[in-house]
């Protein structure tokens, strides 16, 4: 895999753990983990959930329940 694949691979991975939590709302961390661990190991995931909580997307309280604080989902578009 080049480099920009892995990049977009990165990328994608880290979009679709940040739309299951927005689709959720609110999720302990340990279930969203349990769900995602045959697709990454802990550290990949600690790694995702501290850029979402670093870029202002997701907050973490003290019990580790993940909580959306980001833009809400678009309406789909009329039509699709």
């Known amino acids: ?18 739309d299951a939590i927005r689709d959720l709302g609110r999720v302990p961390s340990g279930h969203l983990y349990a769900r995602l661990q045959g697709h990454m190991d802990l550290d990949t995931y600690e790694r995702i959930i501290g850029a979402l909580i670093g870029a202002g997307l ?13 833009p809400a989902k678009p309406p789909p578009k009329p039509g699709a």
């Open 1 to 18: 895999m080049s480099p920009v694949d892995a990049k977009a691979a990165a990328v994608r991975l880290c979009m679709a753990v940040a």
């Open 58 to 70: 997701v907050e973490r309280s003290g019990a580790h329940e993940l909580k959306w604080v980001g």
